[in-house]
C-alpha cells in the first residue's frame, strides 16, 4: 500500500475512534469491555442511555424502523403515570428510517402507547423492555386496520410481531 492509502486509512480510524467517544462521554452509549484470556480487550456489550432527547436517534438506529414499508405510519405516544393518572406527553412519528418527534397530521397505521418510564430500560433490552410494558398494561396498540390489511401491510415486519407487541 501507498503512504497515501495508509494516511487516509489512519485517518478514517482516528475520525470513528473520535465520534465513538463523543458519543460514548455524551452518556448515550454504555460500553462494556471485557479482557479474553489472551489479554485482549473487546467489547461484549453496547447499551444505550436512552432518554426523550435521544430518543430519535436511537429509534433510527433499531432495524425494525428500516425494514418498516415504505407507506407504514406507527406513532409512538409516550405517556407518564408518576401522579397517578396518565398524562400524555410527546409523539414521535416512525416511518422507513425516519423519526421525528412531532403531531401526526393524518391518521397512522398503528398507534404504540407506552409509559416513559421505560425509556431508561429500552437501550439494555429493547424487546424485553417492550415485552415488560406490555405485560405490566403500560404499552398498548391500537389501530384502525383491519387484522388482515395490517398483517398485509406490514408483512416485511411479521418478524418483530412479539417484540413491538402487534
Avoid at 33 to 56: A, H, P, R
Avoid at 83 to 101: D, R
Avoid at 126 to 151: I, P, Q, R, V
Wanted: glycine share 6%.
Amino acid at each position: 500500500m501507498g503512504k497515501g492509502v495508509i494516511a487516509i486509512i489512519v485517518i478514517l480510524v482516528l475520525i470513528i475512534a473520535t465520534l465513538f467517544y463523543l458519543v460514548y462521554s455524551a452518556g448515550i452509549l454504555d460500553i462494556v469491555l471485557s479482557k479474553s484470556s489472551s489479554g485482549n480487550t473487546t467489547i461484549t456489550s453496547v447499551k444505550y442511555n436512552v432518554t426523550k432527547e435521544n430518543l430519535v436517534p436511537f429509534l433510527e438506529s433499531q432495524q425494525f424502523v428500516k425494514d418498516m414499508p415504505n407507506d407504514a405510519v406507527i406513532l409512538l405516544k409516550l405517556f407518564d403515570t408518576d401522579t397517578g393518572e396518565k398524562e400524555w406527553g410527546e409523539n414521535y412519528v416512525i416511518k422507513k428510517s425516519n423519526v421525528e418527534q412531532t403531531q401526526l397530521k393524518g391518521s397512522p397505521d398503528i398507534t404504540i402507547n407506552i409509559d416513559s418510564k421505560y425509556l431508561s430500560t429500552i437501550g439494555q433490552d429493547f424487546c424485553g423492555t417492550l415485552k415488560t410494558a406490555k405485560n405490566n398494561g403500560e404499552m398498548y396498540t391500537e389501530t384502525d386496520l383491519s387484522t388482515t390489511k395490517l398483517m398485509w401491510k406490514f408483512k416485511s415486519m411479521l418478524k418483530y410481531r412479539d417484540c413491538l407487541g402487534i
